[in-house]
């Protein structure tokens, strides 16, 4: 079973940067795409970004194109996604998650980790 584990949310002043990581175990990562979601209370899960298997290919919701950067690091089973220029509506619990097929559909995705909090306030 894939497992994901995120890491380094927190709170940043609006305008500021955070760089989430997702470490993944369990199966080879070389055989799952994986994507970014967050979830803002009393809102939908929402995908933001997208990786493909090689990481040639990515995607990103137009809330944060141009702004956020994943990439991924297969020999150290981790995903990243940058986070530049934080907007107070990028706030939420992000998840990782892998999936066998490729998108930004949350029904895409098989595994999940269990989140970790961003919060963008001044």
């Known amino acids: 079973q894939l497992q994901l584990v995120e890491s380094g949310g927190g709170l940043v002043q609006p305008g500021g940067s955070l760089r989430l990581s997702c470490v993944i175990s369990?199966?080879?990562?070389?055989?799952?795409?994986i994507g970014w979601f967050r979830q803002a209370p009393g809102k939908e899960r929402e995908g933001i970004s997208c990786?493909?298997?090689?990481?040639?290919?990515?995607d990103y919701a137009d809330s944060v194109k141009g702004r956020f950067t994943v990439s991924r690091d297969n020999a150290k089973s981790t995903v990243y996604l940058q986070m530049n220029s934080l907007k107070t509506e990028d706030a939420g619990v992000y998840y990782c998650a892998g999936g066998g097929d490729y998108g930004l559909d949350y029904g895409l995705y098989d595994y999940w980790g269990l989140g970790t909090q961003v919060t963008v306030s001044s």
């Open positions: 990786i493909s298997r090689s990481g040639d290919i990515s």
């Open positions: 369990g199966f080879n990562m070389d055989f799952w795409t």
